[in-house]
């Protein structure tokens, strides 16, 4: 069983950014795919990022070139920096461990 718990979300200016960070619980969390996903109102469910074991990434278009994903192995903690915000990117923003297990998500608004 892994828990996750996220944070960092808040409200911010289009333009501005915001880091996410998420917790994880677990003793090989070093060898897990990580993952943030967001849904936006209304919306499904989407990938945002990934990042293996080894620090490879993966990014959904939307957000190549602004959000940038990475770890901490020492501290368990998988964190989202999020640059040049757009109105569009307001959601809630879930953590996730393997494709299986999922934060209760934090929410990022972003003002126009």
């Known amino acids: 069983q892994v828990e996750l718990v996220e944070s960092g979300g808040g409200l911010v200016q289009a333009g501005g950014s915001l880091k996410l960070s998420c917790a994880a619980s677990?003793?090989?969390?070093?060898?897990?795919?990580m993952g943030w996903y967001r849904q936006a109102p209304g919306k499904q469910r989407e990938l945002v990022a990934t990042i293996t074991y080894i620090g490879i990434t993966n990014y959904a278009d939307s957000v190549k070139g602004r959000f940038a994903i990475s770890r901490d192995n020492a501290k368990n903690t998988v964190y989202l920096q999020m640059n040049s915000l757009k109105p569009e990117d307001t959601a809630v923003y879930y953590c996730?461990?393997?494709?299986?297990?999922w934060g209760k998500g934090t929410l990022v608004t972003v003002s126009s």
């Open positions: 677990g003793r090989f969390f070093s060898n897990f795919v």
């Open positions: 996730n461990c393997q494709g299986q297990y």
